[in-house]
């Protein structure tokens, strides 16, 4: 089915991305302490429709442009960290979630 087409994007590996021409939703959700898997996945969904935020077992599977990638369903914390919010960014950047990515 649809996985054969999906390539898995590995953080490590990636350029870093210009992240200044993120959507305001995106904006919010990275300045929000409290933004967590959900709000991100909910975000995701409105950006890049329902079909492209997948369950995976207790993951989500963003799935947009060819690529995935996975990200837990929760935290031990109430929100992500900072860090992991700007790799998540890079990533989706990376994906061209946000349209064609610029690397900084």
């Known amino acids: 089915g649809m996985s ?3 390539a898995m994007v590995d953080n490590r590996s990636l350029p870093e991305y210009d992240l200044s021409c993120i959507p305001d939703d995106f ?6 302490a409290d ?3 959900k709000e991100w996945a909910a975000a995701l ?3 890049i429709g329902p079909e492209g935020v997948r369950n995976d077992g207790d993951m989500y599977l963003i799935v947009f442009n060819g690529m995935g ?3 837990q369903q929760s935290t031990k914390r109430k ?3 900072g860090s992991h919010k ?6 989706l950047s990376h994906m061209h979630v946000f349209g064609t990515p610029r690397v900084k």
């Open 27 to 32: 904006k919010c959700l990275r300045a929000s």
């Open 45 to 47: 969904s409105r950006l």
């Open 79 to 81: 929100g992500f960290h």
């Open 86 to 91: 700007k790799y998540l960014l890079n990533v």
């Open 69 to 71: 990638y996975k990200f």
């Open 35 to 37: 933004s967590g898997p």
């Open 4 to 6: 054969k087409s999906v």
